[in-house]
């Protein structure tokens, strides 16, 4: 009998929802395994990067924090949930909905565009969507914007828009 290795075990079910969300989250970067290979400088090799998306190795927990790390996700977020639900919305303002420009909220300064960032960010890990380019934001999270910026909720999107933050692809 040969001595266990944790990174060679059986496809379980948890294995296979780790590598799910391993997935998500490479695709969401827009990267093939070849391009995390040559970015990462071969630390995550794709034959191997592969395996792991497929449950067919389980990944370490050091290696899984320096994946985060190469992603710039938190880490729980390579993990997979049980259940993530969205709150139920406003009808008034359901339908409304803003892509904000990531990148160019990043380069601003100031109390209120911080603030701003750090809201989407929680936005982010609530969805587990790390594009980290753009950001949709619903009609119930206008209110929350309103508030940071100081305006109407009906006047949001002009706010953002004057800002140039809304993204145009």
Known sequence: MRDFDDDDVLSSPYSRKVGDRLRVIRKQKRLSLQE?????????????????ERGERAISVPRLERLAKFYSVPV?????REDVSEPESDPTTATMKLGIDLIKLNQLSGQPFEMLSRFLKMIQVQRQDFNGKVMTVRGIDTRAIAAMLDVPVDQVGARLDAL????HP
């Open 76 to 80: 729980d977020q390579l993990l997979p």
């Open 164 to 167: 140039d933050l809304i993204f």
């Open 36 to 52: 995390v290979e040559s970015t990462s400088e071969e630390e995550f090799k794709a034959s191997v990067l592969g395996a792991y």
